[in-house]
């Protein structure tokens, strides 16, 4: 069975400080995505990425985040000047194509703790 | 606005009873997901619908268009379906532009 993989899956880091998330997405997948669930909420979307570049984004997804493909295998989201309020589980996921059927792979997620 | 809404927000049940979770959304989805969240906080993808019904194994995931509401149903349950169950809708844009549910947290007794 095909699996995104994501590290570290716990960090905890002071607010103010910059944070990378990483994820592996299964290797012919093309699109990709960052959820964030805080702890006892729903999970919400953060942001889609295709063909080197951001699809959508929601908006919580500021000038504070940031994503990148650095080297076609790693994916990642970066927090700058973290915030308690950024304390939360950070999902990656992929899906392979869009087309009708797909199923979309998550990752075991990321917890950020941000004291 | 577009909103998912989950019934019930916590379930318990014995091992064995047939199980089902609902969910109702806003007009316009393109395609509903139900998911499954382990207690560890993983998500897996267990269906993906935009019309009619869809079985795997004692889980099966019916959706009806008209009245924007879907079901999951779970058939002979065992303790190691306790899980959270979400359901997520795609109102447009790219498959994984989900709006989620507040999931339903389900525990099976045995």
């Known amino acids: 069975e095909p699996e995104v993989t994501q590290t570290p899956s716990h960090q905890v880091t002071q607010m103010g400080q910059e944070v990378i998330l990483r994820c592996v997405p299964i290797s012919n997948h093309l699109y990709f995505y960052w959820y964030r669930q805080i702890l006892g909420q729903k999970v919400e979307f953060l942001v889609s990425f295709y063909n080197n570049e951001i699809s959508e984004k929601s908006e919580i997804f500021d000038d504070q985040f940031s994503v990148e493909r650095p080297d076609g295998s790693n994916f990642t989201l970066k927090i700058r000047s973290t915030k308690l309020e950024d304390s939360a589980m950070y999902f990656c996921?992929?899906?392979?194509?869009?087309?009708?059927?797909?199923?979309?792979?998550f990752g075991e997620g990321s917890w950020l703790t941000v004291v | 606005k577009n909103e998912v809404e989950q019934s019930p927000q916590n379930l318990t049940a014995q091992e064995g009873e047939f199980i089902t979770i609902n969910c109702s959304y806003s007009v316009g989805i393109s395609a509903l997901h139900w998911l499954q969240q382990h207690p560890g906080g993983g998500i897996v993808s267990l269906f993906m619908l935009s019309s009619g019904k869809k079985k795997h194994g004692r889980l099966i995931a019916t959706i009806n268009i008209q009245e924007k509401h879907s079901s999951l149903h779970i058939t002979a349950s065992h303790p190691r379906d306790s899980a959270v169950y979400i359901c997520a809708a795609n109102y447009g844009g790219s498959q994984g532009n989900l709006i989620f549910g507040k999931g339903t947290k389900l525990s099976v007794k045995p």
């Open positions: 996921a992929s899906i392979e194509t869009v087309l009708s059927g797909n199923t979309i792979y």
